[in-house]
Structure formats: C-alpha cells, structure tokens
C-alpha cells in the first residue's frame, strides 16, 4: 500500500483553516533574532493568574499551560501561521485510507532528567488520556490503538478519517509526551518532567514557578539560563513591575492604556487577532435555564458591543458564533440584537417573573468580573436580578466541575481546527459540556464533521452546527479578543501568537 509522508514544514493546516496567519492581524509580530542580544540571564514574566497543577493531562487551565509550554513536547506542534510542524515527530506517513499513521520519532531526544524518550513514552501518555478520560480524551475519539513497534516509531490507528488528527495531537500540551515515573510519583503535579526547552526548578504557591534551562534540550539551547514566572492579578500592578524592570515581560496589561503604551519607548506592545472565544453560560441542569426560552431572553437582553467595549476597549471583535471572522471557517450569524421587549416576552412565555441569576467569575480574568458588571447592569432591565459570585480560578474551576452555578463567564482559548470550538463544550458526551447542554442533531453534526474529509463539506457541517448551538443559546457567545502582550525593550526573539501560546525559547535578554 502507498502512503503520503509528510516532512519539513509538517501539513499547513492554517491554509486549510484559514486560521489569522498567526500574528500577521492587529500590530504583527516584534522579531528580532537577538544577534546583538547578550546570552544568558533570568526573564521575569508576570502571568494573571496561578496554575492549578502542572500535570498536562489534568490541567484546564490556561495559567498552567502559560508555564508548560516551555516544559513539555508533543509529536507535532503549530508554527506562528499554526500550521503543524514537527516536534518530537521528525516525519510522518498516512495509508491511503487515513486509518494508520506511522509517526517517526526524533532520534537522541531525551527528557530533562537525561533519560531517554521513547515511543512507550508517547504509547503510554496518549493511553493515559485516553483510558483514564482525562481533559483531551476527546480528541481521541477516533484512535483505535497506538503503538510502539519500536522504540523510535508510533503507529496511530484510527477507526475513521480524521482530517484534524495533527491539530489534536499537538494543538496544546495538554497532549503532552510525560514520563511515566514521573505521573506514578505524583510529582508531575508540582515537579513535572518533560523534554521541552526549560525545566522546572521551584514552585513556590501563590508567588512564582522557576523554570532554567534544559541542557538536556534536542533543539537549539534556550540563550536564556531561565524564566520565572510571577503571579500578578492586578493588571496595574504588572504594569508597575514591567515598567520598573521587576519582570520583562506579561500578558496582563490594563486594557484601557495599551492605545497609550505603544507610544512608550521603553516597551514594546503589541497585539493580534486571536483564535480565542469569549461566553456566557447557563446551567440547563438547573431550572429555569433548562427552558430554552428563558435562555433567548438572556441572549436578547445583551448589548454585546457595551460588553465587549467595557472589557477589552476596542481590543476585541463581537462574534455570535465562535469562530474568528478571519477563519475560513466563519459562520456570519448573529441573530440576538439587543431586543428589551423579546426578551421580556419570551420570559413571560417561560412563566418566569422575578428571577434572581448567580453568575460566576475569576478575579484571575478581571475581563469577567468588568464583563459582569455590565451583564448584570442588561438583565436588570429585564427583570433578571444578578448576584456576581467572583473567585479565585481554582475555585472556579472546582464550582464549574461540580455544577455549582447558574451561569458563568470565561473564554477558550487557542483553538486551531473547529472542532475544538464545539466538541468539547456542545456534543452530549463532551469532556466541558459543564452546562448539561443537549441536541441529538447537534452530536451528530459534531460527530460526522470530525471525521469530514471534503472541506466545502465539512464547512457546512460546521455552520449548520453552529446554527443550532446558537439558536439553543447553549453558549451566549460575546467576542473574539486580541491577543496583547507588553515586554521591555531589552527583550528580543519573541513573537505574539495568535493561538496565545507563551514560547521563551528563542528569547534573549539585553545586557
């Protein structure tokens, strides 16, 4: 039988996605490849929020993959245009019926303790997801087996085409390649081990994470001896700490000044369009928001452009639907323009009168807890009482897990193939679906989408998809952000990515 290989600059899923060619959107990118940077030094990046775990596989939060980014490695892994390339993966063939592909590994890499990496690594961190249900579960939904028939090759064999296999293997590193020893001990949680450009050295709670370099690393040596990574929620206050050199770098500026900070020397800023999303959810296991009225009543009662202006000041897109405006996968359908007197009538058809709404937001994200405000300032004019319940991520995250809300406010972020902007969170049987939503059709677009491998077709699957999910008010979707991040001039070799992802390996600091 023949096969495609693919080598080099991997498969270019972001021209088949259509996907913001990485961070050409917005400002574009700040590239310099540090030849006049001196080698060596510790950069101090301040991040809003604190991981909850450093396990990749457990993890869903964004604050840990800021760090793991530079810990761990997957098979594939997106360029700055997110097109899968390789990573851990030098080469990769396909059969002619797209069931089995064979992933050849790098040779001589290693993990950062010195022991080596192996395709059991790889057998046994996909198996590990994929029988313990973990977060990414779901993007194994077609992978039949993986296998090691030796120690340098992976055999992936799937029970149906899946076109956005490579995004699900390497889209984030919540598909991490782990070591076994190290998730048994436990000590993956604070003390990952991984084969990625740093490694962690300290953890010290509510303060910061260590990483230095890996020495041990298969690509080229970081030019940095390590990165610290300091948690700040107050965007003020990171501010203060950039501009007075005690950190060189974050991605939590106070939205309102950044039209003012591109003019200040001694910062670089700059922005992208993102592939992120931003929602409001409510609880369909709960009364009365399993009435798919009062949900349309919510949707009607919201000026997204108010919202979206007094959470990101202009730094944001209004969408109804998800995906980006600069994806090919777009879908042009906003049908909720603020409408006082349908919301109030559809709550009247609900019979529902004098409705107190718990909405819950992270302190972490303050984007929420401003979006919130503004939220319960729209439903009070429709007879909707909110009560604002703000915490700190990792209780919001356990509230969210067990059910404990009404409604919330959050994002997704760094989505690259669509199906990771509905699977998880809209098909009955999704690993995020924490709202309880439910539509026979829609699994079944969801389902024969992912295994689409006519693109015009796998569009419209998409967008009748979408449709529903709007329709359903399963999310009430608000914007699509910028991405924006501020760094001292004495930084040099970073790039803002559209998919939010935070790689220091190619940074150098000044001296």
């Known amino acids: 039988m023949s096969s495609k290989r693919f080598r080099g600059a991997g498969v270019a899923l972001a021209l088949t996605f259509g996907l913001l060619a990485g961070c050409s959107a917005g400002e574009g990118v700040e590239v310099d490849g540090g030849t006049q940077a001196g080698v060596g030094g510790v950069l101090t990046a301040a991040i809003s929020g604190e991981p909850d775990q450093l396990d990749p596989h457990q993890t869903s939060a964004y604050p840990s993959f800021q760090v793991l980014e530079n810990v761990y490695d997957t098979l594939v892994e997106p360029d700055a245009n997110l097109a ?25 890499v290693t993990f950062s303790d010195g022991s080596p990496l192996t395709a059991e690594d790889v057998v046994y961190s996909y198996n590990r997801i994929i029988d313990e249900e973990l977060n990414a579960a779901y993007r194994f939904a077609t992978v039949e087996s993986v296998t090691a028939p030796d120690p340098g090759t992976v055999v992936v064999q799937l029970t149906a085409p899946t076109p956005n296999l490579l995004a699900s293997l390497g889209g984030f590193k919540g598909v991490a390649v782990v070591k076994k020893s190290n998730v048994e001990s436990g000590a993956v949680k604070t003390e990952p081990i991984g084969s990625g450009p740093f490694a962690v050295s300290s953890y010290s709670a509510g303060d910061s994470i260590k990483l230095v370099r890996n020495d041990n690393y298969w690509g080229t040596k970081p030019k940095l001896d390590g990165v ?33 900070l591109r ?10 369009a993102s592939s992120d999303y931003w929602y409001l959810a409510l609880n369909q296991a709960r009364k009365p928001y399993d009435d798919v009225n009062v949900r349309r009543a919510v949707a009607f009662a919201l000026d997204r452009a108010a919202i979206t202006k007094a959470a990101k000041f202009g730094l944001a897109t209004v969408n109804q639907t998800a995906i980006p405006t600069d994806s090919a996968f777009y879908y042009d359908y906003a049908p909720y323009q603020q409408d006082l007197a349908q919301a109030k009538q559809l709550l009247a058809e609900a019979g529902v009168t004098d409705l107190t709404m718990d909405l819950m937001v992270t302190n972490e994200y303050p984007e929420t807890v401003t979006a919130a405000q503004v939220i319960a300032a729209q439903l009070k004019e429709i007879g909707i009482a909110v009560k604002i319940r703000t915490l700190d991520f990792a209780q919001w995250l356990d509230e969210q897990g067990k059910g404990n809300f009404d409604s919330f406010m959050l994002g997704w972020l760094g989505n690259i193939d669509p199906d990771e902007f ?10 995020f679906n924490f709202h309880g939503y439910r539509n026979p059709a ?4 969801l389902d024969q989408a992912r295994t689409e491998t006519d693109q015009a077709a796998r569009k419209q699957q998409y967008e009748q998809a979408a449709k529903q999910i709007v329709d359903d008010a399963s999310y009430l979707y608000l ?24 790689r220091f390996r190619d940074v150098a600091l000044t001296r």
């Open 479 to 502: 914007y699509n952000p910028d991405v924006v991040q501020g760094w001292s001039s004495q930084v040099s070799g970073y790039e803002v990515r559209a998919d939010r992802a935070i």
């Open 442 to 445: 829609v699994d079944n677009l």
């Open 422 to 431: 509905y699977y998880a969170q809209h098909h009955s049987a999704g690993t």
């Open 228 to 260: 610290t990574f300091t948690f700040v929620q107050d965007p003020t206050v990171a501010l203060q700490n950039l501009r007075s050199g005690e950190v060189q770098w974050t991605d939590n500026l106070p939205p309102q000044q950044v039209s003012a």
């Open 84 to 108: 899968m390339k390789p990573s851990l993966a030098s080469e990769w063939d396909t059969s002619d019926d797209q069931l089995t592909w064979t992933f050849t590994l790098r040779e001589g």
């Open 263 to 272: 003019a200040d020397d001694d910062l670089v800023v700059r922005s992208a």
